[in-house]
């Protein structure tokens, strides 16, 4: 394999959470006067740190939302993620071939520490990663589509940038790996593919993945 590290995005890339957050955060949205639609939230909010929900309703509407806004929202994602979530379709499957092939690999998610966790530890993703390879916004100040996050786990995982690959789905996940200077690999399965359109590569099937990184 030609890259020495495989960063991967968590939610929808390793697990199927997207159609579940962004139903609740359009409608919890909604609920407080924001209306917004399911697809509005995936074109504005998909693969972005918390920040960004906060930073656009108050630019749009010049209203603040709730400071117990990220709680409650992630109490009720949290609650229908141990209801509804799986793992995305041939995600273990990759993985498995990584760990054959002795390729490193880590997670780097504009989601919390414990958003990471709680969706790892209900679709037994978890058993797949060390507490060491799994990296936040939370441990950066900028979230995607800032290049950050990517350059903190190449840092940490000991490679250099030129020698990763981001597999993201979103538009900000792609930007931000390009302005990491990394290869970034996007996956179409839920996004349409014009959005990734800076990837360097485009799939749509998981378990498509490790043969194109070849």
């Known amino acids: 394999m030609r890259y020495d590290l495989v960063i991967f995005d968590n939610d929808g890339v390793l697990v199927d959470s997207e159609p579940i957050s962004n139903r609740l955060l359009a409608g919890y949205l909604t609920e407080l006067g924001h209306p ?17 929900v906060h930073d656009l309703v108050e630019e749009r509407t010049g209203q603040r939302l709730p400071d117990d806004f990220d709680d409650v929202f992630h109490a009720r994602v949290f609650a229908a993620f141990e209801r509804e979530l799986k793992p995305v379709a041939g995600a273990v499957d990759v993985l498995e071939r990584l760990v054959a092939d002795g390729v ?7 989601g919390s520490h414990e958003r990471i966790r709680v969706g790892h530890r209900t679709t037994g993703l978890d058993e797949w990663f060390e507490e060491e390879w799994v990296f936040s916004s939370e441990d950066v100040g900028r979230g995607k589509p800032a290049p950050d996050l990517f350059l903190y786990a190449a840092e940490r995982m000991g ?39 800076g990837a360097t590569r485009l799939f749509g099937d998981m378990r498509e993945l490790v043969d194109q990184l070849d």
């Open 36 to 52: 917004t639609s399911y697809e509005e939230s995936l074109r504005d909010y998909m693969g972005a740190a918390m920040h960004r």
């Open 104 to 110: 490193p690999y880590c997670v780097a998610s504009s």
């Open 159 to 197: 490679v250099v940038p030129e020698k990763c690959v981001v597999v993201e789905d979103s538009p900000l996940g792609v930007q931000a790996a390009v302005a990491a200077g990394m290869d970034v690999y996007g996956f179409a399965a839920m996004t349409p593919v014009e959005r990734l359109s």
